[in-house]
Protein backbone atom coordinates (compact mmCIF):
# COMPACT_ATOMS: atom_id res chain seq x y z
CA UNK A 1 0.00 0.00 0.00
CA UNK A 2 1.46 3.41 -0.90
CA UNK A 3 0.08 6.91 -0.15
CA UNK A 4 -0.88 7.57 -3.50
CA UNK A 5 -3.15 4.98 -3.71
CA UNK A 6 -5.22 5.75 -0.97
CA UNK A 7 -8.60 5.91 -1.07
CA UNK A 8 -11.69 6.73 0.92
CA UNK A 9 -14.05 3.15 1.13
CA UNK A 10 -16.56 2.75 -1.19
CA UNK A 11 -19.97 4.87 0.00
CA UNK A 12 -18.38 6.72 2.39
CA UNK A 13 -17.97 9.62 0.99
CA UNK A 14 -20.80 11.77 -0.62
CA UNK A 15 -20.90 14.49 -2.80
CA UNK A 16 -23.33 16.65 -0.91
CA UNK A 17 -21.80 20.16 -1.97
CA UNK A 18 -24.51 23.08 -0.68
CA UNK A 19 -24.75 25.41 -3.95
CA UNK A 20 -25.84 28.77 -3.54
CA UNK A 21 -24.86 29.01 0.43
CA UNK A 22 -22.40 32.36 0.02
CA UNK A 23 -19.09 33.22 0.08
CA UNK A 24 -17.69 30.76 2.33
CA UNK A 25 -19.07 27.87 0.49
CA UNK A 26 -16.62 27.85 -2.20
CA UNK A 27 -18.65 28.49 -4.90
CA UNK A 28 -19.42 31.89 -4.33
CA UNK A 29 -22.28 34.21 -5.87
CA UNK A 30 -22.53 32.35 -8.66
CA UNK A 31 -23.15 28.83 -7.03
CA UNK A 32 -20.95 27.40 -9.96
CA UNK A 33 -22.64 27.55 -12.81
CA UNK A 34 -20.65 30.06 -14.28
CA UNK A 35 -21.04 33.70 -15.23
CA UNK A 36 -24.33 34.96 -17.30
CA UNK A 37 -25.74 32.76 -19.87
CA UNK A 38 -28.59 30.43 -20.45
CA UNK A 39 -27.22 27.22 -18.12
CA UNK A 40 -27.02 29.86 -15.30
CA UNK A 41 -29.87 30.72 -15.26
CA UNK A 42 -33.07 28.80 -13.23
CA UNK A 43 -34.95 27.12 -15.67
CA UNK A 44 -33.24 26.22 -17.64
CA UNK A 45 -33.27 22.90 -19.82
CA UNK A 46 -31.87 22.41 -23.57
CA UNK A 47 -34.55 21.26 -26.39
CA UNK A 48 -34.03 18.20 -27.71
CA UNK A 49 -31.90 18.17 -30.48
CA UNK A 50 -29.82 21.39 -29.30
CA UNK A 51 -26.42 21.71 -30.51
CA UNK A 52 -25.13 25.04 -28.65
CA UNK A 53 -26.86 27.15 -31.23
CA UNK A 54 -24.95 24.63 -34.30
CA UNK A 55 -27.73 24.58 -36.69
CA UNK A 56 -29.49 21.28 -35.42
CA UNK A 57 -29.54 18.50 -38.00
CA UNK A 58 -33.19 17.97 -37.99
CA UNK A 59 -33.00 21.39 -40.27
CA UNK A 60 -29.55 20.84 -41.69
CA UNK A 61 -30.75 17.67 -43.68
CA UNK A 62 -32.94 18.37 -46.91
CA UNK A 63 -36.27 17.42 -46.81
CA UNK A 64 -38.31 16.71 -50.26
CA UNK A 65 -41.34 14.48 -51.38
CA UNK A 66 -45.14 14.53 -50.03
CA UNK A 67 -47.05 12.54 -47.45
CA UNK A 68 -50.67 12.88 -48.48
CA UNK A 69 -52.61 12.50 -45.19
CA UNK A 70 -56.21 11.49 -46.34
CA UNK A 71 -54.49 8.41 -48.49
CA UNK A 72 -56.65 4.93 -47.94
CA UNK A 73 -54.35 1.78 -48.61
CA UNK A 74 -55.22 -1.24 -48.95
CA UNK A 75 -54.31 -4.63 -48.63
CA UNK A 76 -54.08 -6.44 -51.70
CA UNK A 77 -55.07 -10.02 -52.32
CA UNK A 78 -54.25 -11.31 -55.60
CA UNK A 79 -57.24 -14.52 -57.58
CA UNK A 80 -54.54 -16.72 -57.14
CA UNK A 81 -54.24 -16.92 -53.59
CA UNK A 82 -58.09 -16.62 -53.23
CA UNK A 83 -58.12 -20.10 -55.60
CA UNK A 84 -55.59 -21.40 -53.19
CA UNK A 85 -57.87 -20.38 -49.57
CA UNK A 86 -60.68 -22.12 -51.38
CA UNK A 87 -58.94 -25.11 -52.05
CA UNK A 88 -57.62 -25.30 -48.56
CA UNK A 89 -60.54 -24.58 -46.79
CA UNK A 90 -63.31 -25.48 -49.35
CA UNK A 91 -65.45 -22.43 -48.86
CA UNK A 92 -67.84 -20.81 -50.77
CA UNK A 93 -68.08 -17.76 -49.73
CA UNK A 94 -64.77 -15.51 -48.86
CA UNK A 95 -65.19 -12.70 -45.91
CA UNK A 96 -63.09 -10.90 -43.83
CA UNK A 97 -63.22 -13.02 -40.91
CA UNK A 98 -61.93 -16.21 -42.78
CA UNK A 99 -58.67 -13.52 -44.51
CA UNK A 100 -57.63 -12.88 -41.29
CA UNK A 101 -58.43 -15.61 -39.57
CA UNK A 102 -56.17 -17.81 -42.52
CA UNK A 103 -53.44 -14.66 -42.06
CA UNK A 104 -53.75 -13.04 -45.39
CA UNK A 105 -54.97 -9.75 -43.82
CA UNK A 106 -55.07 -8.00 -40.46
CA UNK A 107 -58.49 -7.19 -38.94
CA UNK A 108 -57.46 -3.36 -39.23
CA UNK A 109 -56.77 -3.52 -42.97
CA UNK A 110 -58.83 -2.87 -45.55
CA UNK A 111 -58.77 -5.55 -48.38
CA UNK A 112 -59.11 -5.00 -52.14
CA UNK A 113 -58.93 -8.26 -54.60
CA UNK A 114 -56.32 -7.86 -57.61
CA UNK A 115 -57.08 -9.51 -60.75
CA UNK A 116 -53.37 -11.22 -60.64
CA UNK A 117 -54.10 -15.15 -61.40
CA UNK A 118 -57.27 -16.97 -62.49
CA UNK A 119 -60.17 -18.76 -60.32
CA UNK A 120 -61.24 -22.51 -61.22
CA UNK A 121 -64.69 -22.18 -59.21
CA UNK A 122 -67.48 -20.49 -58.02
CA UNK A 123 -66.63 -17.91 -55.21
CA UNK A 124 -68.75 -15.06 -53.25
CA UNK A 125 -66.15 -12.74 -51.86
CA UNK A 126 -67.22 -9.88 -49.57
CA UNK A 127 -64.22 -7.65 -49.15
CA UNK A 128 -63.64 -3.16 -49.38
CA UNK A 129 -62.54 -3.17 -52.58
CA UNK A 130 -62.09 -4.85 -55.88
CA UNK A 131 -60.09 -4.29 -59.43
CA UNK A 132 -62.33 -4.27 -62.72
CA UNK A 133 -60.35 -7.08 -63.99
CA UNK A 134 -60.95 -9.10 -61.03
CA UNK A 135 -64.67 -8.18 -60.37
CA UNK A 136 -65.06 -9.29 -64.31
CA UNK A 137 -63.10 -12.23 -63.76
CA UNK A 138 -65.42 -13.71 -60.10
CA UNK A 139 -68.68 -13.16 -62.08
CA UNK A 140 -67.40 -14.85 -65.10
CA UNK A 141 -67.31 -18.45 -63.11
CA UNK A 142 -70.32 -17.27 -61.45
CA UNK A 143 -69.41 -15.56 -58.03
CA UNK A 144 -70.82 -12.33 -56.44
CA UNK A 145 -67.96 -9.54 -55.45
CA UNK A 146 -69.54 -7.53 -52.69
CA UNK A 147 -67.88 -4.56 -51.33
CA UNK A 148 -68.77 -4.33 -47.56
CA UNK A 149 -67.92 -0.50 -46.10
Known amino acids: MK ?6 SKGSVKNNYRRGRGQGSGGGGTATRGHKGAQSRSGHSKKRGFEGG ?3 LQRRIPKFGF ?12 LSLIQQLVDKT ?14 LASKNDLVKILGNGELKTKVDIKVHAFTATA ?8 GAATQVK
Not at 3 to 8: A, I, V
Not at 90 to 103: H, M, Y
Not at 135 to 142: L, Q, R, T, W
Open 135 to 142: KKAIEDKG
Open 90 to 103: KASEITLDLLVKNG
Open 54 to 56: QMP
Open 3 to 8: LNSLKP
Open 67 to 78: KNINKVEYRGIN
